[in-house]
C-alpha cells in the first residue's frame, strides 16, 4: 500500500535561519507532489506541485521553494525563514488524473520566533 | 481562476443533531469534489469524493454529499452527529491541483 512520511513533526526556528522539510512516498511511482500550507483562519494555500523529478510549478511568490530530486522525494526549502513562515506544512500526493485520490502527510508544525 | 467557498466559518450543533456543512464550487462542468476532515495539529482525511454518476455520494463514519450542479454545490451531510465529529472540515476541487475552501470548524455541544 502507497504510504507518505513528512518530517519533522514539528520544528521552531530564528528568523533568518534556512529551512528544509522532506516528504516522500513509498508504494507507488510517479507520483504527482504537492506542498500546501495552513495558517490559522486562512484554509489550505497550495505552495507547490510536482508532476515529475526537476519539475516544479510555484502557486505563491516568496521566499520558499520546492525541489523534486528523486521520483519520490519533495522538499521545501528556504535561505532565510520569515515571521510570516510559520503555519503547518502539509504534503500531498496524488496520481496524475485529476480525479485520483490525494493523500497528504501528518505535517510539520513550523513556528518562526 | 477556480475557487471553491465554504460560507460558514464556525458551525456548532447539538449532539445527535442533524448536520449540512455548504459549499459551493466555481469551475467545471464536470467538477471533481472532496470532503476532507481536520482535527486539531493532524493531517486531512478523505471523507468522500464526487467524480461522476450518482450525485449522492456516501462517505465514511456516516457522512454523505449531495452534488447539485445548478446549485452549484457539494454539500456535505450527516443525520446525527456525534461529539468526536467535532474538527475542520474541508471541501475541495480538484484541477492541476487540489484547491481548498477556507474551511468550517464544526463544534458539538452537549
Known amino acids: 500500500s502507497q504510504t507518505i512520511h513528512q518530517w519533522p513533526a514539528t520544528l521552531v526556528q530564528p528568523v533568518g535561519s534556512p529551512l528544509s522539510l522532506e516528504c516522500t512516498v513509498e508504494?507507488?511511482?510517479?507520483?504527482?507532489l504537492y506542498w500546501y500550507r495552513q495558517a490559522a483562519g486562512r484554509g489550505l494555500q497550495l505552495l507547490f506541485y510536482s508532476v515529475g523529478i526537476g519539475q516544479i510549478s510555484s502557486e505563491v511568490p516568496q521566499n520558499l521553494s520546492a525541489s523534486r530530486p528523486q521520483d519520490r522525494q519533495f522538499i521545501l526549502s528556504s535561505k532565510k525563514l520569515l515571521l510570516s513562515d510559520s503555519g503547518f506544512y502539509l504534503c500531498?500526493?496524488?496520481?496524475?488524473?485529476?480525479?485520483?485520490?490525494?493523500?497528504f502527510g501528518s505535517g510539520t508544525r513550523l513556528t518562526v520566533v | 481562476a477556480q475557487s471553491v467557498t465554504q460560507p460558514d466559518i464556525h458551525i456548532t450543533v447539538s449532539e445527535g443533531a442533524s448536520l449540512e456543512l455548504r459549499c459551493n464550487y466555481s469551475?467545471?462542468?464536470?467538477?471533481?469534489l472532496f470532503w476532507y476532515v481536520q482535527s486539531p495539529g493532524q493531517g486531512l482525511q478523505l471523507l468522500l469524493k464526487y467524480f461522476s454518476g450518482d450525485t449522492l455520494v456516501q462517505g465514511i463514519k456516516g457522512f454523505e454529499a449531495e452534488f447539485k450542479r445548478s446549485q452549484s454545490s457539494f454539500n456535505l451531510r450527516k443525520p446525527s452527529v456525534h461529539w468526536s465529529d467535532a474538527a475542520e472540515y474541508f471541501c475541495a476541487q480538484a484541477g492541476t491541483a487540489l484547491i481548498f475552501g477556507k474551511g468550517t470548524t464544526l463544534s458539538v455541544s452537549s
Open positions: 508504494g507507488t511511482s510517479n507520483p504527482n
Open positions: 469551475y467545471g462542468a464536470t467538477p471533481y
Open positions: 500531498a500526493w496524488s496520481g496524475s488524473w485529476a480525479g485520483s485520490g490525494y493523500t
